[in-house]
């Protein structure tokens, strides 16, 4: 079944703890992203890979920080620096021209 | 700085009348437009761009660079049209997308 896949579908965090949601594309796309989305607000970018070994941070980056060692993987780590980390979380990916494709996501609760 | 609005954050319409989402955006580049839609329990999916100049489940959107609008209409709206509904913009020689805040279609029986 190819796709985008983002685990767990559900979280729940303590304040101060670190927490990493994982994403996995079988789609040999190269770019992927990270958007967070909140009710009103839509959708805001978090970080992007073009390719791997590579990131760039979007409009709300701090307290998110990513990896991109694999072309298929790219989680996304929440950090205790995260002020407002409860949300759900999108993660998507594009080949070199079109549309991006998305996973059902991931929602992080901070108790 | 570039820029996606939707104004509405809520349009409620009944079966078979006409729907538009309006959809306003900055950005002094050559733009590439998309709407995506999420139905309840599903993922965010592409409902169509601007570039392929299709209708899709009776759906269409024109590029006005002049009125730098992307408004989707669609003639006779359907329950199963409810839904969210986001308007994207991905600048030119990036691989960024800006997303507006969304609309909720609700179609009334």
């Known amino acids: 079944d190819g796709g985008i896949t983002q685990s767990p579908k559900y979280l729940f965090r303590k304040e101060g703890q670190n927490v990493t949601l994982s994403c996995e594309q079988n789609l040999n796309h190269d770019a992927m992203y990270w958007y967070r989305q909140d009710p009103g607000q839509g959708l805001r970018l978090i970080y992007y890979s073009q390719i791997v070994n590579d990131f760039q941070k979007g409009d709300i980056a701090e307290g998110y920080s990513v990896s991109r060692e694999k072309k298929e993987s790219f989680p996304l780590t929440v950090t205790s620096a995260q002020k407002n980390p409860t949300a759900f979380y999108l993660c998507a990916s594009r080949p070199g021209a079109g549309e991006l494709f998305f996973g059902e996501g991931s929602r992080l609760t901070v108790l | 700085a570039q820029r996606v609005t939707q104004p509405e954050k809520l349009l409620s319409v009944f079966k078979g009348a006409p729907v538009e989402l309006k959809c306003n955006y900055s950005y002094s580049g050559s733009p590439e437009l998309f709407w995506y839609v999420q139905y309840s329990r599903q993922r965010l999916q592409l409902l169509l761009r601007h570039i392929s100049r299709e209708s899709i489940k009776g759906f269409t959107a024109d590029l006005n660079k002049g009125e730098t609008s992307f408004h989707l209409k669609k003639p006779f709206a359907q329950e199963e049209d409810s839904a969210m509904y986001y308007c994207?913009?991905?600048?030119?020689?990036?691989?960024?997308?800006?997303f507006g805040t969304g609309t909720r279609l609700k179609v009334l029986a």
């Open positions: 994207a913009l991905h600048t030119s020689g990036t691989y960024k997308y800006i």
